[in-house]
């Protein structure tokens, strides 16, 4: 039975709890014992024992994992973090309470970034995950842990964050489907912050109706996070099978020399248009002429925000403290210089710098107006697109250390997901194929609050494209 | 280029005690970012509005009523130094600066 227990996606599984033809309980002791085995580093955390079973709720007992950043009452929250090792939150983040109102169960917590700040997971204080794929690539990003746990079958969906393509750039380096949400329609209460004004808590699972279940239950808007939104609509199981009338826009601005689009990527891109073609979608070159800027704007408004809040860690409430020479602004430095690993130092020192007196302007004020350019880019093209079509990320799972020297080489990672975080609109990745044996992301970004419409798409074409998300079946190693 | 002094000092900011070696590196290596960063100044902005979120809300206020927190002493459950039913702190005068 276990076998065929891992061959269910989420849905299927909550669906066959839900008719009484699979106990939960051997669902969540399939899952909790390779999780508890895995080889990926893909957990920081695994629970245990099993929880109590509610077999008639919407999610029916279905396992979750879920990114270390999240508080989880009781269970270690610690944001791939030194500073925040063995903490153990006195409350539980609003999605992931939400979830388990609708029948979801943690089985453990998952590996990512130091504080979602990272393309490749190897900044992870707790070690870097692997790639179900080959393991001696990285998984991707901050999520890398959720992405590499859900590609391997060690757990059937998991909850990832978002800041500037932490959902979707794992989820194509690790051959499975990841979804940002509209910036607001999911709480960040509970969500251990990055830069709050791009992050967003959103799924990554085997696939696109996977994607839809979770985000119903994890959308509405909150009294604890004052950003958050109630959506429009409830989020549809999508079912169409076609894309006629639909308009796709590619921009030529993310698909030139800056971006650095490998070969490999670019022919399964082509491919995965000539699939929408061939569903009836109308596929056009577009413009956002200011989408080559997001970078540069995103690593200043990005680093500004983390450097204010990760000030709350110094040695006083909670995590590590390490004492100075008596006096507290030692002990606050000594903690900080201890506990944080070098590309959030970096960040740190980025945000603060761009922040001090004198730069202000230059930099984050600078950053802001371009943001402003970028998303009225995207509102202009929306005129004339459905939706907006690019790689997921210029290429494959690179090898573990290749980019580590280089921390702008590492950023470019994010060039073509970081322009729909700064507008704040949904984007989603889903697999279009395998270059050298290693999965290739398409990613679809459609106006905010379009999840639905954004669903049914990626749906269509997911069905169309057919792509085998078991890496063991590939030739991966799990 | 960003010199060691303008490193330390920000680090300062920030309160981040760096090792030497770690100065000399962020100094060469915030360099090299913010080159890149120095092409959105090329772009004129002049009349363009600032963008610092998304989202379009006003400030949420609840209604001034008393609601429970967070007992005491689970507040104070993950704290380095629970002192006297508070944080615990080094003494902010006894500097060393």
């Not at chain 1, 970034?113 to 992870?124: K, L, R, Y």
């Not at chain 1, 959506?231 to 006629?244: A, G, T």
């Not at chain 1, 573990?400 to 470019?412: E, I, N, R, V, W």
């Not at chain 1, 999965?439 to 970004?445: D, E, K, N, S, T």
Request: glycine residues 10%; charged residues 20%.
């Amino acid at each position: 039975m276990s076998a065929e227990i891992l061959e269910l996606t989420a849905a299927q599984a909550a669906a066959a709890v839900r008719a009484g033809e699979l106990d939960p309980a051997e669902l969540y002791e399939t899952y909790r014992t390779r999780a508890a085995g895995n080889q990926l580093n893909a957990f920081t955390w695994v629970a245990e024992s099993a929880p109590e079973f509610d077999s008639s709720a919407p999610l029916a007992g279905v396992p979750l994992g879920v990114k270390d950043l999240f508080c989880t009452e009781g269970v270690p929250s610690q944001s791939g973090s030194k500073i925040l090792e063995g903490y153990r939150p006195p409350y539980t983040a609003t999605v992931v309470q939400k979830l388990y109102d609708a029948g979801a169960t943690l089985l453990g917590k998952t590996n990512q970034d130091e504080f979602a700040m990272g393309s490749s997971n190897e900044n992870s204080a707790f070690g870097p995950v692997l790639n179900p794929w080959n393991t001696a690539r990285v998984p991707g990003g901050s999520s890398g842990g959720s992405a590499a746990a859900v590609a391997a079958g060690l757990v059937p969906w998991a909850l990832g964050t978002d800041t500037g393509g932490s959902i979707r750039q794992p989820a194509a380096f690790s051959g499975i489907v990841g979804l940002k949400p509209t910036y607001g329609s999911c709480s960040r209460y509970g969500m251990i912050a990055f830069a709050s004004s791009l992050d967003q808590a959103g799924p990554l699972t085997r696939d696109v109706t996977d994607s839809a279940l979770l985000l119903r239950h994890m959308v509405g808007q909150d009294a604890n996070d004052s950003t958050s939104l109630a959506h429009p609509d409830e989020i549809q199981l999508p079912s169409r099978r076609d894309l006629s009338g639909i308009r796709l826009g590619v921009p030529e601005e993310l698909l030139g020399a800056e971006g650095g689009i490998d070969a490999g990527v670019r022919e399964s891109f082509d491919r995965a248009l000539e699939t929408a073609r061939s569903l009836g979608a109308t596929v056009d070159t577009c413009s956002l002429p200011h989408a080559a800027y997001a970078l540069s704007a995103y690593y200043i408004i990005a680093p500004a925000e983390a450097s204010s809040n990760l000030a709350r860690f110094d040695g006083v409430r909670y995590g590590l403290r390490v004492d100075g020479d008596g006096d507290l602004t030692s002990m606050y430095s000594r903690t900080r210089e201890a506990g944080f690993g070098p590309e959030v130092k970096r960040r740190i020192m980025l945000g603060t710098y761009a922040l001090s007196s004198g730069y202000y302007d230059a930099y984050y004020g600078t950053a802001l107006r371009v943001r402003t350019l970028i998303a009225n880019d995207f509102k202009t093209a929306f005129g004339d697109f459905d939706f907006i079509v690019t790689p997921t990320a210029p290429g494959v799972a690179f090898e573990l250390g290749a980019k580590t020297a280089d921390p702008l080489a590492m950023y470019l990672n994010d060039f073509c997901t970081v322009p729909m975080s700064l507008a704040g609109i949904p984007g989603i990745s889903i697999p279009s194929g395998l270059s050298d044996g290693l999965p290739v992301g398409l990613q679809l970004a459609a106006p905010s609050f379009a999840e639905n419409r954004l669903l049914e798409a990626a749906y269509a074409l997911e069905q169309a494209i057919g792509f085998d998300g078991s890496p063991a079946r590939n030739g991966g190693a799990a | 280029m960003l010199d060691r002094e303008t490193v330390d000092h920000v680090a300062q900011l920030a309160r981040l005690q760096l090792t030497d070696a770690e100065s000399e590196k962020m100094a060469i290596e915030l360099s090299q970012i913010l080159d890149h960063i120095e092409a959105i100044r090329s772009l004129d902005l002049e009349g363009v509005e600032p963008t610092s979120h998304v989202v379009d809300v006003v400030n949420a206020l609840r209604a001034d009523v008393p609601q429970p927190s967070l007992p005491r002493e689970v507040a104070l459950a993950a704290a380095p130094d629970p002192a006297d039913s508070g944080f615990g702190v080094p003494s902010p005068g006894a500097s060393a600066e």
